[in-house]
Nanobody, 117 residues
Framework: QVQLVESGGGLVQAGGSLRLSCAAS????MGWFRQAPGKEREFVAA????????YYTGSVKGRFTISRDNAKNTVYLQMNSLKPEDTAVYYC??????????????WGQGTQVTVSS
């Protein structure tokens, strides 16, 4: 059983930055997803267990960075140059680096990110 605790969401103006954190109870590959109202859950980024491989969806490449501190069992999502279309509930997930939510075994509770124009 892997427990995930997210933090770091909030309200920011367009062009601003936020950093999300996800503390895990074990070391595993991790991903970030987001879900906007009325839309399906969307893959954002993933990182393998060692941190040596990272993956991004096209719309966030060059703006978001996923990283991990294995000493703290924590994965981060640094989000820069935020846009109103980045507004969503962001979830961390454990167990895979796939872009498909069904490939992940464990999910955090979600944290709201709101970007105002």
């Amino acid at each position: 059983q892997v427990q995930l605790v997210e933090s770091g969401g909030g309200l920011v103006q367009a062009g601003g930055s936020l950093r999300l954190s996800c503390a895990a109870s074990g070391r595993t590959s991790m991903g970030w997803f987001r879900q906007a109202p009325g839309k399906e859950r969307e893959f954002v980024a993933a990182i393998n267990w060692s941190g040596g491989s990272t993956y991004y969806t096209g719309s966030v490449k060059g703006r978001f960075t996923i990283s991990r501190d294995n000493a703290k069992n924590t994965v981060y999502l640094q989000m820069n140059s935020l846009k109103p279309e980045d507004t969503a509930v962001y979830y961390c997930a454990a167990g895979s680096v796939a872009a498909t939510p069904a490939r992940y075994n464990y999910w955090g509770q979600g944290t709201q990110v709101t970007v105002s124009s």
